[in-house]
């Protein structure tokens, strides 16, 4: 079965400094998805960033890219310049093989200081 | 674009009551999937329809909850008797179609079974 680990419950960053959240991730498929989530408290879930398995090249959104290593099984996200309104809950999140659903972590709590 | 529409926000009732929860996918989206978020933790899929018909139920206690998805847009899950251990955040999502693509997320329903 396919898990996804975010080994930080959670983590710290001074505003404009740069942070890295780690996901690690098991499965036996060789084409699948990986996302990173933000959850804002009492807020919905909105998509971060998309990682496509047989795309080498990492992916970025603005301030927010990924170092994804699939041999590693490794998908860490990297916020640079933080900002305050990038306090939230962050998950990583996999799908692949015959499944459609998301399977996600247990999540990294980030908080942001002034 | 309208995002996925849920309602109620939230919901307090005595265990052994009935609850329903509803959900608006984003228009167009084919793929819908009801997931529910116990505190701490991520989602975890309920159920997810193609059009109409649910594909994957496998992880719905199909004794007290019941979902379904008329004419393949919205769509209601029902708990009915409710227990304490339901107490969750129920979430609803859709998607384009099924496999890897992004899924959107709607606010979610908080259900306190007292």
Redesign the interface.
């Known amino acids: 079965a396919q898990t996804?680990t975010q080994s930080q419950p959670e983590m710290s960053v001074q505003e404009a400094e740069t942070v890295t959240l780690s996901c690690t991730y098991d499965t036996s498929e060789s084409d699948?998805?990986l996302?990173w989530?933000k959850q804002p408290p009492s807020?919905?879930?909105?998509?971060v960033i998309?990682q496509?398995a047989y795309k080498q090249q990492n992916a970025t959104e603005n301030r927010f890219s990924v170092n994804f290593q699939k041999a590693a099984k490794s998908f860490s996200l990297k916020i640079s310049d933080s900002q305050l309104g990038d306090a939230a809950m962050y998950?990583c999140?996999y799908?692949g093989g015959s499944?459609?659903?998301?399977i996600?972590?247990?999540?990294t709590k980030l908080s942001v200081k002034p | 674009e309208a995002?996925v529409v849920q309602s109620p926000r939230y919901k307090i009732i005595e265990k052994k009551q009935p609850v329903a929860f509803w959900c608006n996918p984003i228009s167009g989206h084919n793929?819908l999937?009801w997931?529910r978020q116990n505190l701490?933790?991520?989602?975890?899929?309920l159920i997810?329809y193609e059009n109409e018909e649910a594909?994957?139920d496998s992880q719905l206690p199909k004794d007290r909850f019941s979902a379904e998805r008329l004419k393949g847009v919205d769509s209601t899950l029902k708990i009915q008797p409710a227990e304490l251990g339901d107490s969750a955040v129920y979430?609803c999502a859709s998607s384009l179609t099924?496999?890897?693509e992004?899924?959107?997320?709607?606010?979610?329903t908080r259900l306190l079974v007292l």
């Open positions: 996804v699948y998805y996302f989530y807020r919905q879930m909105i998509l998309r496509e998950f999140a799908v499944q459609g659903n998301l996600f972590g247990k999540g | 995002g793929t999937y997931y701490g933790q991520g989602p975890e899929l997810r594909v994957d979430l099924n496999w890897g992004t899924q959107y997320f709607g606010p979610g």
